[in-house]
């Protein structure tokens, strides 16, 4: 996979996760607490919504098993981290420039502010 346009659609469920790996590596459990309390509980990631995501997203390219570990942590032999590639975070460049627009357009509607502009 070369370029973005190369990329499969992304899901919801990988956004989030590319989201949360923008900042660094994480573990799967650390991405699921990222959307849960980015989302105020209102999206919750399950393991296997999460570790199919994040095969797929492995797949093709956009996140990579990082070999980190965690010495302080109580059973890190089991945790595996992930990272996003350059070309992952060129995707979710992409995808969040995307939602600012798609939020911009429905700000302009008034859809967020309560004031709901009429035709």
């Avoid at 990988?14 to 849960?36: E, I, K, N």
């Avoid at 627009?101 to 967020?112: E, N």
């Amino acid at each position: 996979m070369s370029s973005t346009s190369d990329s499969p659609a992304l899901t919801t469920a990988g956004f989030q996760v590319l989201l949360a790996l923008a900042s660094g590596q994480s573990h799967g459990y650390a991405v699921m607490g990222f959307v849960d309390q980015l989302t105020d509980g209102r999206v919750r990631l399950g393991p296997g919504t999460l570790y199919r995501t994040l095969a797929r997203l492995v797949a093709d390219e956009l996140v990579r098993e990082s070999g980190a570990t965690d010495p302080s942590a109580p059973h890190d032999a089991r945790r595996r981290y992930y990272e996003l590639t350059p070309l992952g975070a060129q995707v979710v460049r992409e995808e969040a420039a995307l939602l600012a627009r798609l939020v911009d357009a429905a700000q302009t509607a008034g859809l967020l502010n309560g004031n709901r502009r009429t035709p």
